[in-house]
T-cell receptor
Framework: SQQGEEDPQALSIQEGENATMNCSYK?????LQWYRQNSGRGLVHLIL?????REKHSGRLRVTLDTSKKSSSLLITASRAADTASYFC???????????FGKGTTLSVSS | GAVVSQHPSRVICKSGTSVKIECRSL??????MFWYRQFPKQSLMLMAT?????????EQGVEKDKFLINHASLTLSTLTVTSAHPEDSSFYIC????????????FGPGTRLTVT
């Protein structure tokens, strides 16, 4: 399968805590993207990090990329109940013509 | 950000009938659009890449005669599920982006297909 692996598959935390999700992949990439999906809805883009970047921030989100380990992580700080959703990493395929999604992490934040 | 719409949001059809799903980019032109399928609590599986003015590129294992894709304009791609069967029931999502896969993709809200 071309899909990357994400861990954990599910994560339950309390409001105010930080949530860290990891993504690994097998082939070289041009960029890696993180998306969020609320149940039964479309996906919303969160952050894109290019292969020559190591870290990127957007509000309470922090994404790191380690191309030597072929892995990325998404950190959500000071989580809120509204952060409850599934989070997916996506990388471009080797031809650079499509996005391949990881299996996703389901985050549940309780108040 | 850019907006991608999908229609219908939900559809129920009988086995053997065909269903058409539309994906529109509302405020940008998209020479390429992508169609995904998602089963409950699973990730998105890329089905095909829709190319404006040319044939779609299908992923391995996706039947091109069953999932017909037409990308007749720079803002519209359609996916037609032909001779639908209950196993085709799924959540279908399209995406597009003005910069292709090297930039963020904008996703439609998805279409829930139920085949009875």
């Amino acid at each position: 399968s071309q899909q990357g692996e994400e861990d954990p598959q599910a994560l339950s935390i309390q409001e105010g805590e930080n949530a860290t999700m990891n993504c690994s992949y097998k082939t070289s990439i041009n960029n890696l993207q993180w998306y969020r999906q609320n149940s039964g809805r479309g996906l919303v883009h969160l952050i894109l990090i290019r292969s020559n970047e190591r870290e990127k921030h957007s509000g309470r989100l922090r994404v790191t990329l380690d191309t030597s380990k072929k892995s990325s992580s998404l950190l959500i700080t000071a989580s809120r109940a509204a952060d409850t959703a599934s989070y997916f990493c996506a990388r471009d395929n080797q031809a650079g013509t499509a996005l391949i999604f990881g299996k996703g992490t389901t985050l549940s934040v309780s108040s | 950000g850019a907006v991608v719409s999908q229609h219908p949001s939900r559809v129920i059809c009988k086995s053997g009938t065909s269903v058409k799903i539309e994906c529109r980019s509302l405020d940008f032109q998209a020479t390429t659009m992508f169609w995904y399928r998602q089963f409950p609590k699973q990730s998105l599986m890329l089905m095909a890449t829709s190319n404006e003015g040319s044939k779609a590129t299908y992923e391995q294992g996706v039947e091109k005669d069953k999932f017909l894709i037409n990308h007749a304009s720079l803002t519209l791609s359609t996916l037609t599920v032909t001779s639908a069967h209950p196993e085709d029931s799924s959540f279908y999502i399209c995406s597009a982006g003005p910069g292709g896969v090297f930039y963020e993709q904008y996703f439609g809200p998805g279409t829930r297909l139920t085949v009875t």
